[in-house]
């Protein structure tokens, strides 16, 4: 077997086929391997026109068939199956391959692989990979982490295969090893809290106008001309027009409401904690999923009396631009938040990522391209260091300006009734973070009346204690 491939797919179930397809289409060389040989076969009797592929039956003739050094991308579900194809690589690989995992890892495990495969003279590259089935093929936006040497071997290719937006690729080097896979875990975090919102958005519009979702779809269609134009606000406008072929009635009213998840909203949200980030408007997406498949408390808190009013709205397109501006106002904390999330990882695990170049990568190609991501690009080149990305002159403005249909909005939906814990958690925060004083003072006072845990002054230096079961006097702590 001659090594002439230039990247090799192990994993041919949809995502990797079309990985492999889209290196295929590019020009490269791709070396194809599945663990049954069928997906292979089919790949290649289905798609051969693509370009050249070299199929193989087993593992090492798959490794024999790559040109060195060997580039790998395994496409398996996340997990054990990762650990036993990566198990079954070592041996076969040499020193310098580069073994890339571009499944939805969770980062300490990235972390970990990355560790191991080092001691064998290996790279590992975890890297984030956004945009679904149709991505894959035609250009996903690609978040590769590792070592900057590997990203020099691999870089070029997956720029080329990646999204692009105004000719600039949608991947670049994000950082060392669980650096990529962290980033899309963010992403996938913000793509919950964006969904979320949205979700949101169409309730209100749903209940506040007895709106039908046709109706709904065609608002959608029309903010989707203008700064909230993107991906995820795109298909709610094209899922709302959707007619269920069986009932003739609207596709989204006949959708069970509960809603799944695999995971990674859920790693975001438990990272974020560990780190002591605020970014609540991804974890009230994540619960407010969970609230929705909670089936006993759903059942049982029927019989809750609502004691809301009714919803009276004499201008309809007063209200509807209302929405808008609350859902932009909220999506621009979901985001503030997450890069915060980002800062804080790299602070703490020396991965110097570069926010703006983040932002810049999602701008095409994954779950949530929008628009206004030009903005937050353009935002962290203009400061780097950004402690808050609300308080960039564009987003103090723009949300600045919405700020009252925000609160109108986050209101009549506590009036009446309708859950919306995304778009009120986040008004709480932009609240919070623009605050003078907030009543933690009053909470440090508790903490040191119960457990003595000292506490600060805002008029000198230092830390007290006062002896709140005897005289009260303070002391230094
Ligand atoms: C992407 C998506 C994808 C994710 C699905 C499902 O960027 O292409 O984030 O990776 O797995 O959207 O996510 P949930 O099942 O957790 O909703």
Redesign the pocket.
């Known amino acids: 077997m001659t090594a002439r491939a230039q990247i090799g797919v192990t994993g041919l179930a949809v995502m990797g086929r079309n990985l492999a397809r889209n290196f295929a289409r590019h020009g490269y060389t791709v070396a194809v391997h599945n663990r049954s040989y069928a997906k292979t076969a089919s790949l290649v009797a289905d798609h051969g026109d693509d370009g050249d592929f070299v199929p193989s039956e087993s593992m090492a003739d798959f490794v024999a068939s790559l040109a060195r050094p060997r580039k790998v991308v395994i496409m398996v579900k996340a997990g054990a199956a990762t650990d036993a194809v990566i198990a079954e690589l070592i041996p076969l690989l040499e020193e310098g391959d580069i073994v890339i995992d571009a499944g939805?890892a969770h980062f300490p495990d990235t972390r970990r692989r990355e560790a191991e495969l080092k001691a064998h003279g290996l790279h590992f590259v975890g890297t984030?990979?956004?945009?679904?089935e149709e991505?894959a093929l035609n250009g996903?936006?690609i978040m590769p982490g590792g070592s900057p040497e590997s990203y020099e071997w691999l870089g070029p290719i997956l720029e080329d295969i990646s999204a692009k937006v105004d000719g600039v690729p949608c991947c670049t080097y994000v950082g060392p090893d669980g650096a990529g896979h962290f980033v899309?875990m963010v992403?996938?975090g913000i793509?919950?809290a964006d969904m979320q919102l949205i979700a949101e958005a169409y309730d209100l519009l749903k209940q506040g106008l007895g709106a039908s979702a046709q109706e709904i779809g065609e608002i959608f269609a029309e903010w989707n001309k203008g700064d909230l134009e993107s991906f995820l606000i795109e298909i709610t406008a094209d899922v709302l027009a959707h007619v269920d072929a069986e009932t003739g009635n609207a596709f989204v009213d006949v959708v069970l409401d509960r809603?799944?998840?695999?995971?990674?909203?859920r790693w975001t949200v438990q990272n974020a904690l560990d780190l002591g980030v605020p970014i609540t408007g991804i974890a009230e997406a994540t619960f407010a999923r969970a609230l929705s498949g909670s089936v006993p408390q759903r059942e049982a808190g029927r019989v809750l009396p609502a004691e809301s009013g009714a919803w009276e709205i004499s201008d309809r397109a007063a209200f509807i631009e209302d929405v808008r501006l609350a859902l932009y106002a909220s999506k621009v904390v979901a985001y503030s938040q997450g890069f915060d999330q980002i800062a804080a990882a790299s602070a703490e695990l020396g991965w110097n990522i570069d926010r703006g170049a983040m932002a810049r990568i999602w701008r095409g190609g994954?779950?949530?391209r929008a628009r206004f991501l030009n903005r937050i690009t353009e935002a962290y080149e203009r400061n780097p260091e950004l402690s808050l990305l609300l308080a960039d002159p564009y987003f103090t403005e723009q949300v600045g300006q919405g700020v009252g249909a925000w609160r109108r909005i986050v209101a009549q939906a506590a009036l009446n009734g309708v859950p919306t814990p995304a778009f009120s958690s986040s008004l709480a925060y932009y609240d919070g973070v623009r605050a003078e004083r907030l009543p933690a003072n009053l909470i440090q006072a508790q903490r040191d009346f119960f457990g003595a845990h000292t506490y600060q002054r805002i008029d000198k230096d230092g830390v007290f204690h006062t002896e709140w079961t005897g005289d009260r006097t303070e002391s230094d702590a």
Request: proline residues 4%; glycine residues 24%.
């Open positions: 939805n984030g990979v956004s945009g679904g991505g996903p936006s899309k992403h996938n793509e919950y809603a799944e998840q695999k995971g990674t909203g994954c779950i949530i």
